[in-house]
């Protein structure tokens, strides 16, 4: 973000104020949105969920849960 900021810099001393203005609104956009996006990660790996397996990985066998109910496609 700082090279491209004095890469605006540059470019707006030939392009005008409203071009450094246009520019920095953008460099501060693009910034808290890869703030959020950080905040969410490390908030997700911080909370650690548990893994949940999914239907194909599943041991029905271990389970009251009957495969033919929830797996259509098992049906003979």
Do not use: W
Not at 2 to 17: N, V
Not at 60 to 75: A, E, G, T, W
């Amino acid at each position: 973000m700082a090279k491209c900021y004095a890469e605006i810099q540059a470019q707006g001393q030939a392009g005008g104020a409203e071009a450094i203005a246009s520019a920095t609104c953008q460099l501060l956009a693009a910034e808290a949105t890869d703030r959020s996006i950080r905040a969410i990660r490390y908030q997700m790996s911080s909370a650690k969920f548990p893994i949940h397996p999914d239907l194909l990985s599943f041991d029905f066998c271990q389970s009251k849960v009957d495969q033919q109910l929830i797996n259509p496609k098992n049906r003979s």
